[in-house]
């Protein structure tokens, strides 16, 4: 059973998430909160496996709620996915780098939010197609500081190609059959490199991989959305 936190301060959006969630035999909501606040202290009370998150709340915005939540190691298996209407660049990056495991758009039709929720409950990064092409573009655009430490010298060659396949949008099973070996292999790989630079998750990989340079955006491609 999935457990789901909803935390929105509008009541409407909430009922609307949760009577689709409700519909769901592995899905419960444990909890709704109206703020960010509220919210990490809700996160403490029921640790759910998946909080999705509203970005712009009253007292407490989701950025700083899902920094919270991140810092916090009786949390570590809660999976913040922050739900937003424009999916700007300066928020998707903020809360990835604050712990957020994706980003979704609130006109998101119903079968993907539901499997968004399930792929996020994985510990799978999550991106909305649209969100994933302004990410790119903002690395198209602002290249990577060669001159910035990387932490890259911490990673083992085979962990450096599993963190661009990750970033590529590959799932495990997916980055075994392109390295040519197990997909045990390959979650080992990736979760060396996570222990290595301090990613709570796949998605602040992603955040790394780009910002470090070892993987360089071209402005015609971009990843698959891994939802």
């Excluded at 606040?37 to 909080?51: E, I, N």
């Excluded at 209407?85 to 993907?112: I, M, Q, S, T, W």
């Excluded at 780009?210 to 891994?226: C, I, K, M, N, Q």
Aim: no cysteine.
């Amino acid at each position: 059973m999935i457990r789901v936190l909803l935390v929105d301060d509008q009541p409407l959006i909430r009922s609307g998430f949760r009577a689709l969630l409700d519909l769901e035999d592995d899905i419960e909501v444990v909890a709704e909160a109206a703020d960010g606040a509220q919210g990490v202290a809700l996160a403490r009370t029921h640790r759910p496996d998946v909080a999705l998150v509203d970005i712009r709340m009253p007292r407490v915005d989701g950025i700083e709620a899902t920094r919270r939540i991140a810092a916090d190691p009786k949390l570590t298996g809660v999976h913040v996915v922050i739900l937003t209407n424009h999916g700007l660049d300066e928020y998707v990056l903020d809360a990835l780098r604050a712990g957020a495991a994706g980003f979704l758009v609130k006109d998101v039709l119903p079968e993907d939010f539901l499997h968004a929720v399930r792929v996020a409950a994985r510990g799978d990064t999550l991106l909305a197609p649209a969100i994933t092409r302004k990410l790119i573009h903002r690395y198209v655009t602002q290249p990577p500081d060669p001159g910035a430490p990387t932490g890259l010298d911490e990673l083992t060659d085979r962990e450096r190609e599993a963190v661009a396949l990750v970033a590529r949008g590959l799932s495990n099973d997916e980055i075994a059959g392109r390295m040519v070996i197990s997909p045990m292999t390959a979650k080992t790989h990736v979760n060396r490199a996570m222990i290595k630079l301090g990613a709570r998750d796949r998605a602040q990989l992603v955040v790394f991989a780009y910002e470090s340079g070892l993987v360089v955006p071209h402005a015609r491609t971009a990843p698959e959305d891994p939802a």
